[in-house]
């Protein structure tokens, strides 16, 4: 329901209370505002402007089945993710199968096509009660937006980039979209809206709207500039995030951890044939998206093994108590059984991986390296004939001995991190490397950098001749987030299909950023303030070598507020990844950007972070 100025006037300040408390019931999990910011602006005075696009970010977009295999019965259009996910205890097996990609090529598999939920409703919920976009996607409607001018860029968030237009042709639909938009609203430019790795996928669009064919859209110089006003990033991992590292390489992160650590049986549940670590796995390790986060930049980003940004030592700033654990209404609350995170003596080292807590800690000195030729065992001729779909079983091939070297007194950073995973998962390295680079360019002019495999690195290829253009990266702080994992050997029976674990045991002394194995820094719960702010804050500030015609570039940041009880949900101030999607303050900004604002006249930069200053540290040529 939309109103206009003079009947929201008419209904008076109760009515509006009403109008966004009737939501409660359908948008289960977020807080209602006593004024939701839509109705708030459209008293202002603030209406429908510019067309908007939203590019949704990995798993918030809803997969449906279109042909499938025998066991996917009576399934054809139903939602296989996104959906009320009941098809995962009715004939888990088969559902697994059906989301996993093929692990030689990164597309189908025989038999099966599972494709992206198109419209507004692809990303609106994620399962019945868990929102992403639907309190976005309202509060436009609050001020006059609607299908004419609202545009939801669903795409198979599993595939690289680039293989969305060559199975989908999904860069071309949005190219197609952005144009009829563009024209149909009085040659309006539009406001796209990307949250999370949507961010880098429409970064890579950037450059292949501009590309010739065949490799890309055609668009020509200036495409970007006639047709798109503002970027706004949302929750952006621009530099990676190194829990992609530990996906890859373990299945794991700081929510399994917990789980290990309070209830370890829980991953030993056999319900799906196997350890339920091994299924996601085996899942992961088939879609080539996560690759598109691993950390960019090595260790001019990420630190060394005996240095690193700054984020390290501020971690002082995020206040005591962030510990999360989980709740049954997918909320997260923030525990007294543990006494909360501050740094007593802070960790100043760019470690991603490490094998034990003594090793993660160790002076570079006293370290063994990594040697990739010593562990490679990726042309034994026993690998040549795995099957797409035991993924794990690459792991087979490896003898003990070559484990246990690894494992001993070793270190990765940003940098080394990438032999490691050419070891535990070469196939899945090998088609990384065709699809995503993860370096920092020398020379932006060389003709390498044409090539697809570098659009969606904001360190290895330029932003679009775009002057009149803004960029902006939104994004929470106050959270702690995961940065650098401790593991270890697992159990001797499980050493074949997955050698390595997180080593749950793993805390730090008298209250500190390690606990259960993982180190945390500030950032938004999943993306380090470094991954999502730099760019905005160094890399594309003024005219630089990465951003050559100066568009404008603004960093905002949203303060993480807890809301005082369970009671409230998510909250209206909440900074964390997801739950960002319904803080007030961001939807405002949007809101006004949409309606014609610019970066200057919302405020310009608002930082609560150490993020310049941290920028700062970082040496890298502009």
Known sequence: MVFTKNEVEKKGPKRHYKEWSFLLPTLPGFDAPEVSPGVKLNREGV?????VVLVPGIVTGGLELWEGRSCAEGLFRKRLWGGSFAH????PLCWLEHLSLHNETGLDPPGIRVRAVPGLVAADNFASDYLVWAVLIENLARIGYEGKNLYMAAYDWRLSFQNTESRDQALSRLKSNIELMFVTNGYKKVVVVPQSMGAIYFLHFLKWVETPPPMGGGGGPGWCDKHIKAIMNISPAFLGIPKAVSNIF?????DIAFVRAV????????YLGLQTVEHVLQVCRTWDSIISLMPKGGKTIWGDLDWCTKEWSNCDQVKKGYVKHFASDNTYNFSDMQKGLHVKEPIKNGRIISFGKAVSQLLASLLTALDSEEISWKSNSATSNLSCEDVWTECDEMSREIIWKVAKEKACTARTVFDLLNFVAPKVMKRAEAHFSHGIAENLEDPKYAHYKYWSNPLE??????????????YGVGIPTER???HKLSPSDKLNRTPFQLDSSADGEGGSWLQNGVYFVEGDESVPVVSSGFMCA?????RTRFNPSGMAAYVREYQHKQPGSILKGRGLESGARVNIMGNVSLIEDVLRVAAGATGADIGGDRIFSDIMRMSERINLRL
Request: proline letters at 7%.
């Open 47 to 51: 209406t429908a402007l510019h067309p």
């Open 88 to 91: 995962i205890l009715q004939r």
């Open 250 to 254: 373990s299945a794991e992160g700081s």
């Open 263 to 270: 209830a370890s049986g829980i991953l030993n549940f056999d």
């Open 461 to 474: 290829t330029k932003l679009p001749n775009a002057p009149h253009m803004e960029i902006y990266c939104l």
């Open 484 to 486: 650098s994992y401790v």
């Open 538 to 542: 160094k890399g594309w500030r003024g």
